[in-house]
């Protein structure tokens, strides 16, 4: 095949995975996941206000505290299709796509090949676990894709050494930390790269001083609106981190090393083992990688760390300078740094929300035993083993493909467990109110957290009042009025009763499992 015709096909394979992908992660987002958790919901509520003040804030105090990026994204989408599903989760899907392209970049980079990047780029497409946060309205979701784009711009600075590359990775990487807190151990990453081009590359301060120094005032940057904001309030660095952290006495009850060594222990084993038990972050209790991806996962990270060492012992023993040791020590670094904020804390392991950051570099070290196959494909005439090592590849493919489409799409969808994770019965009162008369005055009866989906979906409904069971067992209700109830509450249906024999109660079950009680006329 000529140049120029591998090239486009390059490109049209390329947009065919990215299509995908957006597919993947658009295609029925009102109805899955089949409901909006509290804490997308707080995203929505703050969103609607930012849009009704005016004040989009760098950080948002609700919820133990978040960055105000991601969330002030979801306000653009918000005003222009209001507060619907798709408005709230339309900024992941972006990002989740976005990410595909970043992964393909990154891999191509790295491996200086356009087979790597888009071998890279179909498996973030149809890995279970970017799908998953791609259709989930939590900021965590913009640190794959800070993280790849950063990452690769550094990388192709570092090649063609020109400035413009180190600005845009310096002021992408910076708005990195108006993102997830775990994103703030991210300059660990960069840290450890310029450690390792140092002990490769001859002369590398003298050669790349200054791209350095363009790249950390580019950080800078983009990192400051955030850094004056934590002048002005130091108590948003508090979070609950604190309080789920293996250092706390109340985590680790005196064992440290133990209560460490089990919390890492747990971060690794959720790719290949046994995974994330939350139906909101996985499929329980299947590891978050496909087995297929896993164990090129596997495979990929066993062999980089033993080239990592070989190539180290060369660079020392030897006085060998190749390029690769940088890169595995890159990737390697990059991995443990953002499992971090994973085996750090010791609540609710394992936790793939937390580990998200180490996503484009898993898909990436999984691509390297396709690689393998791919050049012992190369090195076979028409022959058996050819036609063995293609079958395997396009197999092992369509397989990825297949099983986490079918697991999301099919047996998440429809898990009982998945309704009930996601609350969606919050979302079923939520539209059901709407079909109650304007005039008619509306009680709701839930908990705080239960009652904030149901605020972001009816943000401007009239005659409605949210109320603990208490409170309206306090009150004397006049005139047509309608209850509904997140839980079955007799003293309230006894309570209506009283007023009038002829209320009723009807219990709406949508899908087995989502119940909501209402008592009207």
């Known amino acids: 095949m000529k140049p120029k015709q591998k090239k486009i096909l390059n490109y049209v394979l390329l947009f065919a995975i990215v299509v995908c992908a957006f597919f993947l992660r658009f295609t029925g987002i009102e109805d899955l996941p089949s409901g909006i958790y509290p804490d997308e919901a707080v995203n929505g509520i703050n969103a609607q206000d930012a849009n009704s003040s005016g004040n989009y804030q760098l950080f948002y105090i609700d919820n133990n505290g978040r960055e105000g990026?991601?969330?002030?994204?979801?306000?653009l989408s918000i005003k222009f299709f209001g507060s619907t599903v798709m408005a709230l989760k339309l900024a992941s899907i972006i990002f989740g796509t976005l990410t595909v392209l970043g992964v393909y970049l990154l891999s191509k980079e790295i491996f200086r090949s356009q087979r790597a990047g888009l071998i890279s780029a179909y498996l973030t497409t149809f890995s279970y676990w970017a799908i998953n946060f791609s259709r989930i309205g939590f900021r965590a979701i913009m640190v794959p894709l800070i993280m790849t784009f950063s990452s690769y711009f550094l990388l192709k600075g570092f090649r063609t050494?020109?400035?413009?590359?180190?600005?845009?990775?310096?002021?992408?990487?910076?708005?990195?930390?108006?993102?997830?807190?775990?994103?703030?151990?991210?300059?660990?990453?960069?840290?450890a790269l310029f450690v390792f081009m140092l002990i490769t590359q001859k002369h590398f301060l003298r050669s790349f001083w200054k791209q350095i120094l363009i790249f950390s005032v580019a950080v800078f940057i983009s990192l400051s609106p955030m850094v004056y904001e934590f002048y002005n309030h130091p108590e948003y660095l508090e979070s609950r981190s604190a309080s789920v952290s293996i250092f706390s006495p109340e985590m680790n009850e005196g064992s440290l090393i133990q209560t460490g060594l089990r919390s890492f222990g747990l971060s690794l084993v959720k790719y290949n083992f046994w995974g994330d038990q939350n139906w909101r972050h996985n499929y329980p209790p299947y590891p978050i990688l496909d087995p297929v991806m896993g164990i090129a996962f596997l495979t990929g990270i066993i062999y980089v760390i033993s080239k990592a060492l070989h190539l180290l012992w060369l660079r020392f023993k030897h006085d060998v300078h190749d390029e690769k040791l940088y890169l595995y020590f890159f990737?390697?670094?990059?991995?443990?740094?953002?499992?971090?904020?994973?085996?750090?804390?010791?609540?609710?392991?394992?936790?793939?929300l937390r580990a998200i950051g180490t996503l484009p570099v898993v898909m990436i070290l999984a691509t390297i035993p396709f690689l393998w196959l791919l050049g012992k494909l190369s090195k076979h005439t028409y022959s058996s083993m050819k036609i063995t090592i293609f079958s395997i590849l396009v197999g092992a493919l369509i397989f990825i493909g297949l099983f986490n489409t079918l697991k999301y799409f099919v047996f998440f969808q429809n898990n009982p467990k998945q309704h009930s994770s996601f609350n969606a019965n919050l979302k079923d009162i939520a539209y059901h109110l709407q079909t109650i008369p304007v005039e008619t005055q509306k009680y709701v009866i839930s908990g705080n957290m239960e009652r904030i989906?149901?605020?972001?979906?009816?943000?401007?409904?009239?005659?409605?009042?949210?109320?603990?069971?208490?409170?309206?067992?306090?009150?004397?209700?006049?005139?047509?009025?309608?209850?509904?109830?997140?839980?079955?509450?007799?003293?309230?249906?006894?309570?209506?009763?009283?007023?009038?024999?002829?209320?009723?109660?009807?219990?709406?079950?949508?899908?087995?499992g989502d119940k909501f009680w209402e008592i009207k006329k």
Do not use: C
């Not at 990026?69 to 306000?75: D, E, P």
């Not at 149901?454 to 009239?462: A, C, D, E, V, W």
């Not at 249906?493 to 002829?502: A, L, M």
């Open 69 to 75: 990026l991601f969330i002030n994204i979801q306000a």
């Open 161 to 191: 050494k020109k400035y413009s590359d180190f600005i845009i990775s310096g002021l992408i990487f910076g708005l990195g930390f108006h993102t997830y807190i775990a994103f703030r151990i991210a300059p660990a990453i960069i840290a």
């Open 331 to 352: 990737l390697l670094a990059w991995f443990f740094a953002m499992l971090a904020p994973e085996f750090l804390t010791a609540e609710g392991l394992p936790h793939a």
């Open 453 to 512: 989906p149901i605020k972001y979906l009816n943000p401007q409904m009239p005659n409605i009042s949210y109320l603990y069971k208490e409170d309206f067992l306090s009150l004397d209700p006049k005139g047509d009025f309608v209850v509904v109830m997140y839980d079955k509450e007799d003293d309230i249906i006894t309570k209506v009763r009283s007023i009038s024999p002829q209320y009723k109660v009807i219990e709406h079950e949508e899908f087995p």
